[in-house]
């Protein structure tokens, strides 16, 4: 404890700020966030040695080796292929001088320690990683129900006797309703953009 309280007063770890939407352009992350396709950035912590770059879409991570070291490896998780689980906040303790946001993203286990002067900020990236992950999980159910009812629709009507040449209609009719069907069920319950939870909870 005492050796973390010492680096934190000489300035030699690594506890990351909050920055402001007024800054974003400033930022390593922001090269690589896709503009050209709508993508924004809604919560930006940055550190010495990473950058943890929270858009619509995914979360754009430059991890780097060491505070003295340029080389950086970019890792991007998107929300709808990396469900987002296991959120925690821990807030400062007495003589504790940062929080820590945990969270699990697909099967990565991120800890980001913060100053806790950005506690605040903090609470509202909190809410809005909870939220992100109950939708993803609710709409998992939910695309799973759908497929389960489809196949339960087919073997119904699969056990329908029919003449051969209005089966195969009947085929090409059912097929084409079950892929408009899927489609639909695809693009309701696999959000890519999650703008407007970032929109509802972040406040800064």
Wanted: glycine share 4%; hydrophobic share 40%.
């Amino acid at each position: 404890m005492f050796k973390k309280v010492a680096a934190d007063m000489l300035g030699l770890s690594d506890v990351g700020s909050v920055i402001k939407p007024a800054d974003y352009e400033k930022v390593d992350a922001d090269d690589y966030v896709m503009h050209e396709d709508g993508e924004k950035i809604f919560f930006l912590i940055k550190s010495k040695t990473d950058e943890y770059c929270f858009t619509n879409k995914a979360l754009i991570h430059l991890d780097g080796t060491s505070a003295v070291s340029k080389k950086r490896t970019l890792r991007r998780y998107s929300y709808s292929e990396h469900t987002i689980s296991d959120v925690t906040l821990e807030t400062a303790g007495t003589v504790d001088l940062d929080v820590e946001i945990k969270f699990v993203i697909g099967s990565v286990p991120f800890s980001v320690d913060v100053h806790k002067k950005f506690i605040e900020e903090l609470k509202d990236l909190y809410k809005a990683l909870i939220r992100i992950a109950e939708i993803c999980h609710e709409n998992e159910y939910s695309l799973q129900f759908a497929q389960k009812s489809l196949d339960l629709s087919s073997a119904t009507l699969s056990r329908v006797s029919s003449p051969e040449a209005q089966l195969v209609d009947n085929f090409k009719h059912i097929n084409e309703a079950a892929f408009n069907w899927l489609m639909e069920s695809q693009e309701k319950y696999h959000l890519k953009d999650f703008g407007f939870v970032f929109e509802k909870y972040i406040n800064n």
